[in-house]
T-cell receptor
Framework: DTGVSQDPRHKITKRGQNVTFRCDPI?????LYWYRQTLGQGPEFLTY????????KSRLLSDRFSAERPKGSFSTLEIQRTEQGDSAMYLC???????????FGQGTRLTVV | TQLLEQSPQFLSIQEGENLTVYCNSS?????LQWYRQEPGEGPVLLVT?????EVKKLKRLTFQFGDARKDSSLHITAAQPGDTGLYLC??????????FGTGTRLQVFP
């Protein structure tokens, strides 16, 4: 059991650069979620997929953010023209449709300087 | 808008003490989960409660879901330094996204 895997674990980027994060869910989990967590806060929902279909996007997900899950397996989250306010922990979780429990990866910590 | 409020925000206690963390909402949830998160890591699922009034025990941890499914509590008996971490409650209206609480940061000193 490999669990949810996220890459990279840490990313430091200059303001204005684009970054892309990857999430590999638990195999056979058809739902995949992205959350963002800032220091001292609980995670906030960004978007989720069921297989390859993106079913919901939060208003937090501005036009600079895009997420894909092209083959219904791994997912990528891209942030274009990063801003300092994008600095946060980006968490990925997966679950099996119809099941309540969601399992989280270790997160990608983004620092925009 | 934070729909789930946790209290207290911070808790610092000595090893062996008991504590209770509360998670309150004005909304009714179909289920509620509790997670523990350590610095630099993702949240780890502790328990899921789905029935109003349900009580679940996990070793020294006791979780309760309110009768109206709007609130929950986590009670830790005889806390140990290994219990240190950020405790998060998260509600769900169905099996879609989770709405997380504000978190309770627990520090247990030896």
């Amino acid at each position: 059991d490999t669990g949810v895997s996220q890459d990279p674990r840490h990313k430091i980027t200059k303001r204005g650069q684009n970054v892309t994060f990857r999430c590999d869910p638990i195999s056979e989990h058809n739902r995949l979620y992205w959350y963002r967590q800032t220091l001292g806060q609980g995670p906030e929902f960004l978007t989720y997929f069921q297989n390859e279909a993106q079913l919901e996007k939060s208003r937090l997900l501005s036009d600079r953010f895009s997420a894909e899950r092209p083959k219904g397996s791994f997912s990528t989250l891209e942030i274009q023209r990063t801003e300092q306010g994008d600095s946060a922990m980006y968490l990925c979780a997966s679950s099996f449709r119809g099941k309540i429990e969601a399992f989280f990866g270790q997160g990608t910590r983004l620092t925009v300087v | 808008t934070q729909l789930l409020e946790q209290s207290p925000q911070f808790l610092s206690i000595q090893e062996g003490e008991n504590l209770t963390v509360y998670c309150n909402s004005s909304s009714v949830f179909s289920s509620l989960q509790w997670y523990r998160q350590e610095p630099g890591e993702g949240p780890v699922l502790l328990v899921t409660v789905v029935t109003g009034g349900e009580v679940k025990k996990l070793k020294r941890l006791t979780f309760q879901f309110g009768d109206a499914r709007k609130d929950s509590s986590l009670h830790i008996t005889a806390a140990q330094p290994g219990d240190t971490g950020l405790y998060l409650c998260a509600g769900s209206y169905n099996t879609d996204k989770l709405i997380f609480g504000t978190g309770t940061r627990l520090q247990v000193f030896p």
